[in-house]
């Protein structure tokens, strides 16, 4: 299992990034995928998930309404678009997906928010 993710940098408050995360070594369309942050000095929090089909998502309360998460089952990929990025956005961000053994995690991509 591999995941790999992509689109992090400096942003601008108010701004908007899109991150991606490939998956490769399972079904990727069999599984949840969801993306976490993990900001210093904090614990990782979940952003947000989508189920295996891409029908149902759920999100923090935080981001509710500025991020959306998506998925393209044809090329492995999910995605999260960030909008309205605030300073309190800036952490690492990770993709994840859960199987019963165990969950699997990316490896992170930067995401600053400041001016």
């Known amino acids: 299992v591999q995941l790999v993710e992509s689109g992090g940098g400096l942003v601008q408050p108010g701004g908007s990034l899109r991150l991606s995360c490939a998956a490769s070594?399972?079904?990727?369309?069999?599984?949840?995928m969801s993306w976490y942050r993990q900001a210093p000095g904090k614990e990782r929090e979940l952003v947000a998930q989508?189920?295996?089909?891409?029908?149902?998502?759920n999100y923090a309360d935080s981001v509710k309404g500025r991020f959306t998460i998506s998925r393209d089952n044809a090329k492995n990929t999910v995605y999260l678009q960030m909008n309205s990025l605030k300073p309190e956005d800036t952490a690492v961000y990770y993709c994840?997906?859960?199987?019963?053994?165990?969950?699997?995690w990316g490896q992170g991509t930067q995401v600053t928010v400041s001016s």
């Open positions: 994840s997906t859960r199987f019963p053994w165990r969950d699997y």
């Open positions: 070594g399972f079904t990727f369309s069999s599984v949840g």
């Open positions: 989508i189920n295996s089909a891409g029908g149902s998502t």
